[in-house]
């Protein structure tokens, strides 16, 4: 689990903190590696695969909170909730443009399937 959270932290993190994150990431592989010899590449899969699932909640929150800062300061503090919905919409079905969900909606990541059209049509 170590592992995984100084590999989150070099593809989160600041460049000149990478390196640090990828000796600490290799430390403990190598330390894991050492106590599991031949199981460890099945079960580094499996706990990393677990791991990446996981959503945590301050980034979430923050990332709404970053999209729904301009709606506010442009509003001052009355935001009704028709404007709520529209910003509900608008994050739930834009494609990420980087990272390692490019090209998906969060739409499309809850229900498994394609969208159709791109969220301006929609």
């Not at 009704?80 to 834009?94: G, K, P, V, W, Y």
Request: glycine fraction near 8%.
């Amino acid at each position: 689990m170590l592992a995984w959270h100084h590999e989150h932290c070099v593809s989160q993190g600041q460049a000149k903190h990478k390196q640090y994150h990828r000796t600490e990431r290799d430390a403990w592989l190598a330390g894991a590696e050492g106590l599991l010899e031949a199981e460890l590449a099945g079960r580094k899969t499996w706990v990393f695969a677990h791991l990446d699932t996981l959503v945590r909640a301050s980034s979430l929150v923050e990332m709404v909170n970053s999209l729904i800062r301009p709606s506010l300061n442009s509003c001052k503090g009355q935001i009704t909730q028709e404007a709520l919905n529209l910003i509900m919409f608008d994050h739930n079905h834009r494609r990420d443009k980087s990272g390692k969900r490019q090209g998906t909606a969060p739409i499309a990541l809850l229900t498994g399937e394609a969208m159709q059209a791109e969220w301006g049509e929609l």
